[in-house]
């Protein structure tokens, strides 16, 4: 018998292959208010005035967050920061459907969402200052922020997962971007998710950038709404600059997740800043594109329908900037107070109880820098950023 | 009972299992199948679906929602088939598991355990028989834990459970089923961050860990004129340093024995060790015996790679001869 | 301005979010012959009489392969072996399909597909006795097997990007199990080479179980076929105990990818036996399942495709059997001839180069095996598995 | 010309592509972007979109690729965009890029590059400053190089490129800008696998590697009674020990400095070897200096975690005082 080359050569004719492909898949984007302010009434959610106004208020408690966080870093008193201008109505629309009980899982350009489920302003701040002690997360059910992209969703997963298990009438809610869904972390975490069918809503703001990398570079998808579909869970694509179909989207989402059926949640929107303070984006976008996305301006598209529908007199949009205002500035002032710190703490909550080992080079150090004051020189101890 | 390190795992799985109803153990095959070496054998149909799960074949996964659900108050015991399987878990250990009490200032706490088997010489596949302590060993944060006896697999097992903190814990797949011991019945403890003295003698201290603790064992036992102190490091990390520099005080005389590759290996964090705090009592070099620096080759040849008895006579008497 | 919890509560009500769900996706299972022998003619291809006999052969050559395969490691002549009784279809339909310039990144089951493409068999043998050696894939595009699953994912796509930056007319083909479609790996890989449009056909052999974790435990997904999706890729389901219609579908992804389109094929089959030669798979299926697959037997489905198409009469089956015995005895005969082997062996290959540590490591273990020769009284020398 | 360190790696990428069309850069934002610190810079211009590409956010899968793109003769050079997001790629590493050569007994080689630029001190976010050196350079198979000057970092990096094997290239970010010196126009190579003597001395040897170099050299001119030894390591793997022995052999002491977490660091292997070879011309203990075993803390305290300079001046001292 002859093992030499046996392959087939193939005679192309019509034996009927006919390869599913992401056009054969319908995917609308569930909007409310379109971007001219016309809206579709049977859709908009039953509120009372003030939580309608108070959706406004809160994205722009993002916006000015952003503008003076930003002015914060510029001045050396913040690290490295990631804004959410273009996204306040993602931010707002989510994190108002969100229960109190619910976990968030951020990923950190979220601002409002974090503290409207109740972080102090002061510890976000402190955060961006590298501090420790503010990823605490104080006084809120809220993760770390994962700066490494990805890797919070199969930990947000198991959380997930001990909530079904201890039958909780809580979710799961990650916040992830559309470059975070390239991750093999997201894989798994996802199918997971399905297989357990945990309560966990995934979030993810698709605002079109992972850095300089454009979403149709990032995945040949057209969505990452059909992304879903590889883990048998369900998905909404929605757009994300109209915040009560964010609203009405997650909350839907998380009525299901509680029920035992995960869902990927895709919120289209638009970073319309830098990636981050260290980032030059007109390397790598046009400003004409830049320009068409501030067409569909979350704020102004809801001021509209505020305006419509007769709820928009009551809204002080200049006492809400300077309550804000001055909110951030204690906020800051806080900060700047925060107790006297000691090296100790780079040392402490690595282990329940200090090795030895940790202690002796806690120790040594501590040691050494009495000795040895001079390291300061060499030491920035930067409290403010 | 007289178990197998197998059946001490299994046992020590039963028992924490019944101790505490948080406790939920899930990886690949681990349910109907009982586990590909019967570690978790049993426990389905004792404890339930909800708290044995079969996982996909999802490393990060495994490893990630073991964080998330120990971060939710559970104690999660996840299995990786095999340790050549767990580098792509790397990630979530050092990203996630290691570091959330230490992010969070202990507000959220990761007291969970992966278990996987490690080492060489069952002829198993490609991948199968990696021993990479010396790289996990390396992150701060998530204790590593290598039993070599039943009683420890046993002991150690339930205190890695119990454990506040994240526990890797290798066990030496070799000697599963090879060797047999007492192990009590009942629940107790071995500390981790604790090595064994498990012979005493003053001419040198041998050091070793895991499956290369038997042929260390059997090497010193041919060596009728040495009288060597054996001792086994049980946790990699945290290190029990005090425990070797003693004996090496004793002796001055010291080799490390371990299955992994030279080079970057454990062995030289302990040769370290010794050099800090011993150096002066040294009569002789430190020795290691160790796995070459390459992958571990396939089944043919994988007992070339092994230091076997003979390899660590040679080290203890040239050790000696100094 | 207050801080605390500001989550607006959801009334629920119609707001006329329509979540995506995988029930919205038709994915039919392309298939030529049917279990009962019928045929749809349209599909057949256009094969000359010897060539559709050749996959008879080929099929047969596979199962007498996994039975004389797991007889040897019985014997302890192999190491754990795994087959791929069940999957002969699958296999063959799709390693005819492959011009021998094309590179498979093999996973384990394909024998047959591996020696149609070259491979010698007595290196197929001592790749299971665990010998370095045949991992050269003499004579033959194959890369060495991917024992650690998943992990040739992105291998894969890179090599095919080599393929497309060099304009040649090949393709890579990854054959994986279903559980390799849960791996971070796979995901990677695959994102990667949709947003790349590299020439690879990724091969998903479906045979419903990873180890004991039934297909259905480990994805929510119905079908593997729909998580090429996630990736906007292509994708085609097969009867995988089809082998026409594996063959038909193979052909079409392979042409597809050639153009820029990497392709998904998820064929349905079921692994009959253990999953290796260590496992015992009546601890977790019934015997109710494993013979309600014997139906669909590829071989038995093929014959009654021979019979009525007239081409079966000039198959003979023993002298199949008896060639490829032979065949099978000489390569285990050539096998352990295998060249007198030397410890070297495990320290070169490395690097291009041998590190002095390296050099010194293998010197030294040289002069031990000299010195000491009671060293092999624990090494067991295994060359024939 | 006068060049950083980054810059010095972005002639060393021009310089390439230009000597070898097979030579092809990808990683996250490296195209238009010109890379987060720019040491891509210009690429994209002068190679095209071919050659010059950025990739999703999968570090998986730019490590696979390029293991991929390497075995069917490109020369890839992938960047991971910070270290901390190096661990997701272990397993390519460890399981298909430092193996490939050796399981099919050199029919397919992975002549490719990860760079990528690792430590402390630029003030960046959470797992962006990780040191694993330790835990990468254990990978059998994998060569491990960091250069700590603009002209090795050119030097190297044309030298990684090049070589047969995958080379994991970590680049010092904290001094990426922060010195400058004289770099030769043209391409030349500097070795891999070879540490260089930066200084002299009789006294005391002391050895570093990376961004920690330059404050060792720092602490050495800081301290005027002691005629140190400087090595630069330049390559973990593999490890040059011939040189390290040479100067312990001659000057009785040793220092060495790592930013990376002590425990299992590559420090223990330095002195391992010392250990092994030149034990007996030791007069002191060996010292290390090196980062905690914790993670690097976030941005404003991570200075206290960096082995200043003062920290190495009193462990040489120490050492002198022996
Ligand atoms: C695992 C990992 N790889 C790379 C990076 C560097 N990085 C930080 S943010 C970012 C892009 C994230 O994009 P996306 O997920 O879309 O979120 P966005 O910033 O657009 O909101 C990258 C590549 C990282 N933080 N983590
Ligand atoms: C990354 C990894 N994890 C776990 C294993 C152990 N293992 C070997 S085969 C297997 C199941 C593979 O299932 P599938 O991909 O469906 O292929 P099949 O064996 O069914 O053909 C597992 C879990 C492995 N080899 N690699
Ligand atoms: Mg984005
Ligand atoms: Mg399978």
């Known amino acids: ?385 | 009972m007289n178990a197998t390190i197998i059946e001490a795992v299994n046992d020590a799985l039963h028992k924490e299992m019944e101790n505490d109803d948080k406790t939920v153990v899930f990886g690949q095959d681990v349910a109907e199948s009982g586990g590909v070496f019967r570690a978790t054998e049993g426990l389905l149909a004792e404890f339930g679906s909800d708290r044995v799960l079969d996982a996909p074949l999802s490393e990060i996964a495994i490893a990630g929602a073991a964080v998330g659900l120990a971060t939710h108050g559970y104690r999660p015991v996840a299995e990786i088939q095999f340790s050549g399987f767990l580098p792509p878990a790397f990630d979530q250990l050092v990203t996630n598991a290691s570091r959330i009490r230490w992010r969070t200032r202990g507000e959220l706490t990761a007291p969970m355990v992966v278990r996987t088997p490690y080492g060489a010489g069952v002829r198993a596949l490609e991948h199968h028989s990696e021993s990479l302590e010396g790289a996990y060993g390396h992150i701060p944060g998530l204790k590593l834990a290598i039993p070599s006896t039943p009683h420890d697999a046993k002991g150690m097992l339930i205190s890695a459970i119990r454990d506040p903190d994240p526990v890797l814990f290798m066990e030496p797949k070799h000697v599963y089923r090879s060797l047999r011991e007492d192990v009590p019945e009942e629940t107790y403890t071995e500390p981790l961050g604790k090595a064994a003295v498990r012979r005493e003698g003053t001419d040198v201290t041998v050091v070793s860990w895991g499956s290369m603790m038997h042929n260390t064992i059997e090497a010193v036992d041919n060596l009728e004129n040495v009288d060597a102190e054996i001792i086994d490091l049980r946790t990699i990390s945290p290190f029990d340093r005090e425990t070797v520099l003693e004996s090496v005080r004793k002796t001055g005389r010291c080799v490390v024995v371990h299955e992994a590759a030279k080079t970057g290996g454990f062995g030289g964090e302990v040769i370290a060790a010794i050099n800090d705090d011993a150096l002066m009592y040294l009569e002789a070099p430190i020795n290691r015996v160790t796995g070459f620096d390459i992958p571990v080759p396939l089944l043919s040849m994988e007992d070339f790679y092994i230091p076997h008895p003979p390899r660590i006579e040679e080290a203890i008497e040239e050790t000696m001869s100094h």
């Open chain 1, 1 to 385: 018998m002859d093992n030499s080359p046996q392959s087939i050569s193939f005679t192309p004719g019509d034996v009927g292959v006919d390869p599913i492909s992401q056009g054969d898949v319908d995917i609308e984007t569930y909007s409310v208010v379109d971007p001219d302010g016309s809206f579709d009434s049977e859709r908009v959610p039953d509120l009372s005035d003030d939580e309608f106004r108070d959706l406004y208020r809160w994205m722009l408690v993002q916006r000015v967050y952003d503008d003076r966080a930003t002015k914060l870093q510029r001045r050396g008193q913040l690290g490295t920061i990631a804004s959410g201008r273009g996204q306040e109505a993602s931010i707002v629309g989510s994190g108002s459907a969100l229960s109190l009980d619910d976990w968030i899982f951020p990923y950190g350009r979220e601002a409002a969402a974090l503290l409207m489920h109740g972080l102090p302003l002061r510890d976000l701040l402190m955060y961006w200052r590298g501090i420790e002690d503010a990823s605490r997360m104080r006084n809120a059910n809220i993760v770390p922020m994962s700066i490494s992209v990805g890797a919070h969703v199969p930990f947000a997963t198991g959380k997930a997962w001990g909530m079904q298990l201890g039958d909780e009438d809580t979710v799961t809610f990650t916040n992830l971007g559309d470059g975070a869904t390239s991750t093999g972390a997201f894989h798994e975490g996802m199918n997971l998710a399905g297989v357990l069918g945990v309560p966990a809503v995934f979030f993810c703001l698709n605002n079109q950038y992972a850095i300089s990398l454009s979403f149709d570079e990032q995945t040949n998808a057209e969505t990452v709404a059909q992304k879903a579909l590889a883990y048998g869970i369900d998905s909404i694509r929605v757009d994300g600059n109209d915040v009560l179909a964010v609203y009405n989207a997650v909350s839907t989402a998380r009525e299901r997740a509680l029920e035992g059926n995960p869902v990927l949640v895709e919120a289209v929107t638009y970073r319309r800043g830098a990636h981050t303070t260290s980032d030059d984006p007109t390397r790598y976008r046009s400003d004409e594109e830049v320009e068409k996305w501030k067409d569909r301006d979350p704020l102004e598209r809801y001021r509209s329908f505020l305006e419509e529908t007769g709820r928009w007199d009551a809204v002080d949009e200049a006492a809400i900037r300077e309550e804000f205002g001055t909110e951030f500035e204690e906020a800051v002032e806080a900060a700047d107070e925060f107790e006297e710190r000691d090296v100790e703490e780079i040392f402490e909550y690595l282990y329940k109880e200090m090795p030895p080992e940790l202690e002796r080079q806690l120790a040594g150090l501590e040691d050494f820098l009495e000795e040895r004051p001079d390291v300061y020189d060499h030491i920035e101890r930067r409290p403010k950023g």
